[in-house]
């Protein structure tokens, strides 16, 4: 759009651009930035017009974009503009995803690179490396407390070795996911560590207060996110008599984005680290970019246009780059993080579905699916050019943050109902074989969640430690059911490391003090390989999971339903065990996959007379794509075995 003030301003611009920027061949940069300049004017003036020095700032964020994109490698450049041309990419089933800690992994990112071939071997072509960078030791949050955004953790390697892991996963058409921690830093980066020493310019890039008349009246709203290891949302500096908005740990300093220069600083980070070839960038905590008194501090509209910007502005220099966005709040609530008043993604083109990740966790313990249809139903409609991260275990706790509405419509008083899941999961229901550990219970609130890893939650740890093989193969049969859905669903599945092998709780965490206050190291644990190579044995546990979720990975990435083009139906039937959906191919809609499951330890049926009003024949014949047979039948009936699933095409 083509608009007086703003242009006028960007030929200012450009005429004060420092002249080792000026002297660049900069054709695509300039016509990417004429594109899109209107918008980031339009949003950094919205957010920082009201200061008196908005046109300086202005000038640096220019500036920053351009110094990102003559940093950008041709080959990087290439890819941007194949993207471009092919800008729904990553819409298609092709990609499948898995989520793991370096050293939960490997020994450290050399190591790493050597065992891609797992990857290759599994199926999975996006990787998400968790935080890899510097971070006090014992005041880590798992690697969220960054102290330096340029530095990798030496443990765990250098640039290079990050360089050429990238190289290699592109190479075999891998894509490399790392997280931009953008919310936060560490009380020891070194920004805090000058405003502790009483830098004016460095405490604005934080919340600092003299005194809790402020921090109070935050207080009155802001919830609470580890109530138990770290109370309160504001942690008093001794060193600076101050007191600093900390809503994570007390070491995690919220920053600041009502200061420009913060804003510019992480975008700087951003571009960075997208230039080192990194395909998508995992925007940690973007639901509290944004404090005001008065409100709970998060989703705030502001957050929004921060994102946006962000988005933007990676435009203009790195196109090809994409943005997760890790918002885990209310359906309603995180739709927004794609961007509104959009077709087209403006903010962040995947987002978590925490929604999903709930509620197959809900079905799993009341072996019904009522409030999985109910938040299924409601979730709501997202924009086209945008997907989900559909997962079941991540390196998080499990919070049961339904729709009260949704519980009450499926039939349950929501304090009871979460207080069943916590009770269920945590194993003090009689008779539940589930090994998670309550995490952060809210003494105020009663609110509590959940941390254990996919196989302990699922009994295969209670099914070992018995030597219970029915408990096992139980446990199995509901790792691969909810593996089933989230690689059917619509959007990229993200698996979590270990869970396709069945790895259990790591209990390691409680002997480390700088670890023992937070259990949801219980279920970031470290790959025995001696033992991973039980995979290639038949009779295991570790062949029959890992076998399994190859097959299905196979399977999906041929099944062009299953790419996300906002091409499911969910179909209501009248057995409250079963989830049922249709996938649809959105260029072929004939062309379609049922997909049915049980969540029921017994034999269930389906009613195939209630499909009519979708086109499908009662009497109709099925193969499963997964077993390769077809379907048990009988008249109109059709029976899935307990826990059992159907991928089915019409034949
Ligand atoms: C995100 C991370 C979580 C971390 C928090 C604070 O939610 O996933 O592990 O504790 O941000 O950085
Ligand atoms: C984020 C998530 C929350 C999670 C926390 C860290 O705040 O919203 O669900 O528990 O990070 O665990």
Redesign the pocket.
Known sequence: MYEQVSHSLLNAILDDLKPEIRRQDLRHFYTRLGANFYAIYSLFFNLYGHREDFKAQMLRLVETMAKGYIDRSAELERVDIEREQNHNWFLSQKWVGMALYTNGFADNLADLATKISYFQELGINLVHIMPILMCPTGKS?????VSDFRQIDDRLGDLNDLRRVAEEFRKRDILLVL?I?M??TSDEHDWAAKAVEGDKRYQDYYFVFDNREIPDMFEQTMPQ??PESAPGNFTWNEKMQKWVMT???HY?WDLNYSNPEVFIEMLDIILFWANQGVDILRL??VA?LWKKIGSSCQNERNAHLILQLMKDCCQVTAPGVLFIA?A?VTPLEVIKYFGEDAIIAKECEIAYNATLMALLWDAIATQNTKLLYQGVKNLPAKLERATWLNYVR???DIGFGFDDNDIRAAGYDPYAHRQFLVNYFSGQFEASPARGMVFMRNETTGDARISGSLASLAGLEAGQEMNDQGLIDTAIKKILLLHSLILSFGGIPLLYNGDALGVVNDYGYRDDPGKSDDN?WIHRPKINWDRAELRKKQGTTEFALFNAIKKMIAIRKEISAFADFNNRELVEVDNPHLLCFIRFNHDRPSERILVVANFDANPQYLDLYLLRSRGIDPFGQFVDLYSGGKPAQYDRRMVLQGYQFYWLTEI
Do not use: P, S
């Open positions: 949050d798992g690697g969220y407390a997280d921690v919310n936060h996110i580890f809503v994570f740990q995690q940690d905590a509290f890790e885990i991540c390196h998080d949801r």
